[in-house]
């Protein structure tokens, strides 16, 4: 993790859950994060923390379906940063879950905006600066509903498919220049958003038991694994931390 020391990192969604952690993370490596989410309060109580820490963070305000709003965040990292060296694309919503035939039209286009416009406006947004640089590392957060069909998640599992295609695509785009595109599907993670499943009661992943859940500190830990040059033969796929090789490889378990 020593590589990781003096770079700087754009991480969306990090008001809380599993990109709080991975900010936190990240900065325990030395690396200067800015946290970018639509709640300013939350992502600046998390950068305070990791100052307490001896930390590098700044929190932005940022609603990742903006494009302008995520351009804005890059160009902060680069000015008080230096450079902007890894992005995390994990900002994400499951929320509302609703079978298709009930589902809102606005709703389900505005999880679209989100999951996956929100991961292209940052991929587009940190690339020129990437490839001026001559590298980089953008870490795509995934699902396994990229590869599954889930009742009531058609938004979430279309758009986390759609992800995976964008990992692949912009992964044949910029391999050659230096920059490493990587997706991590967690697994199932204790967080908000399991809260929201687990009240909708509508498919399998909504029965499952709280402790069957991981902490957000093992997908922290696997981002920061994925940022480095260890993590080189995985680009341009999605790499699982649901199995046992995936847990052992980041060093979860023994
Ligand atoms: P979470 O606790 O609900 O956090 C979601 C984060 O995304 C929050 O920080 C939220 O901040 C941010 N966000 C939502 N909409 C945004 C927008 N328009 N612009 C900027 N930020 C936005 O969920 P989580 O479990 O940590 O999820 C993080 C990622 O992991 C998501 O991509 C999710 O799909 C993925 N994932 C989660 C699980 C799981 O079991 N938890 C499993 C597989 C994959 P604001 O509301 O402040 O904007």
């Keep these: 993790m020593q590589e990781l020391k003096g770079k700087a990192a754009i991480v969306t969604g990090a008001s809380r859950g599993i990109g709080a952690e991975a900010a936190r993370e990240l900065a325990g490596h030395g690396v200067s994060v800015v946290l970018a989410a639509r709640s300013a309060d939350q992502s600046a109580a998390v950068a305070d923390d ?13 609603d990742v379906s903006r ?8 160009e902060t990292c680069r000015d008080r940063f230096g ?12 929320d509302p879950i609703s079978r298709i035939a009930e589902s809102d039209p606005d709703q389900w286009a505005h999880a679209v905006d989100i999951n996956l416009k929100g991961v292209y406006n940052g991929i587009r947004a940190v690339l020129p600066a990437m490839e001026a640089q001559g590298g980089g590392v953008i870490v795509n957060i995934s699902s396994g509903a990229a590869t599954n069909a889930l009742e ?3 938004h979430y599992c279309a758009t986390k498919a759609a992800v995976l295609s964008l990992t692949r695509c912009t992964d044949k785009e910029v391999r050659d220049k230096g920059i490493r595109v990587i997706g991590l599907s967690p697994g199932t993670v204790a967080t908000d958003m ?32 994925l940022c480095t040059e260890a993590a080189a033969d995985l680009v341009g796929t999605d790499f699982s931390l649901k199995t046992e090789e995936g ?8």
């Design 67 to 74: 494009y302008d709003q995520v351009a804005a965040a890059v």
């Design 247 to 254: 847990r052992r490889r980041i060093g979860l378990i023994d």
């Design 83 to 94: 450079s902007v060296d890894i992005l995390i694309n994990n900002a994400g919503v499951i």
């Design 50 to 62: 990791i100052a307490k820490t001896g930390g590098r963070a700044i929190a932005v305000s940022c």
């Design 152 to 154: 009531g998640w058609s």
């Design 194 to 225: 399991q809260r929201s499943i687990k009240a909708s009661g509508i498919n399998p992943v909504s029965a499952l038991d709280w402790e069957d859940h991981i902490k957000p500190d093992w997908p922290a830990r696997a981002i920061a694994y």
